[in-house]
């Protein structure tokens, strides 16, 4: 099945791209699509854990199965505050 | 420039939006007037506290030159959004409206304009500060940061909406 996968930030920047079309096997959840995504992307792979997801719009967790045409993004860690 | 209220896509009324990501300029004055508006039969709100964050010019020692935002901005509305339903359960008659700047903003701009209404100050003053607190915590905002020598993306944590911890810590410096 197809997902499109979008990155943003410095994920963005490091992969050099902000959307991208990839395939993912049947029953792929989103850890599934990030792992495909920082195997392909090694400088991805530091950012682990500390790497948050949506799918279509909605936080989603790394064990949420994926569908056929969905949106998934890759965020990673917000800048916060300091004081 | 004057962007007619049809333009917008607004049905209701020509009221501004409560939860904006923007790149125009933030401006105060639209939100404290959309939350101090009687609200479907709710109380006339007797306070507004607001909030304006600027771009400083200086962070970590350095000189800042401008800074670049980028946001996920349809689940950063949502978590607008949820930051109100929020305040909601503790201060049920409060009413929120949140505004974020997005793209490159010179130092002294406004990157984030809050106004929170209640029917008393000590609920708006508190609902504003935290509003900002879970901002910083939840929102999918980030902020890239140009100073004199170089760039930086500014990383701390991002907080599970869902982790309770994190919503206390916002509620404490809230309420301190």
Not at chain 1, 30 to 55: C, H, I, T
Not at chain 2, 33 to 44: F, L, M, T
Not at chain 2, 125 to 149: L, T
Request: proline residues 7%; contains cysteine; negative net charge.
């Amino acid at each position: 099945m197809r997902v499109t996968i979008r990155l943003f930030a410095r994920l963005r920047e490091l992969a050099g791209a902000e959307e991208l079309a990839r395939e993912a096997a049947a029953g792929a959840t989103v850890g599934d699509v990030w792992n495909a995504l920082a195997a392909e992307f090694p400088a991805l792979a530091p950012y682990g854990r500390a790497v948050s997801a949506a799918v279509n719009d909605d936080y989603a967790p790394r064990r949420r199965p994926i569908e056929d045409g969905d949106e998934v993004a890759f965020l990673p860690p917000v800048s916060g505050g300091r004081r | 420039m004057v962007i007619p209220w049809f333009a917008l896509g607004y049905t209701e009324s020509m009221s501004t939006p409560r939860f904006v990501v923007t790149s125009d300029p933030l401006a105060l004055g639209p939100l404290v007037e959309v939350v101090a508006r009687p609200d479907g039969g709710a109380r006339r709100p007797g306070a507004v506290a607001t909030f304006l964050g600027l771009v400083r010019d200086e962070n970590l020692g350095r000189r800042v030159t401008h800074l670049v935002y980028e946001a996920h901005a349809p689940l950063a509305v949502k978590a607008f959004e949820r930051i109100e339903a929020e305040i909601r359960v503790r201060w049920p008659a409060a009413r929120l409206a949140l505004h974020h700047r997005m793209g490159r903003l010179e130092a002294g701009e406004a990157s984030v304009a809050i106004a929170a209404a209640s029917p008393h100050r000590a609920e708006a003053f508190a609902a504003c500060r935290y509003a900002i607190e879970r901002v910083k915590q939840i929102a999918p905002i980030w902020k890239h940061e140009f100073f004199e020598g170089g760039d930086e993306w500014i990383e701390g944590a991002t907080a599970d909406p869902e982790d309770e911890a994190a919503r206390a810590e916002a509620m404490r410096k809230a309420c301190a």
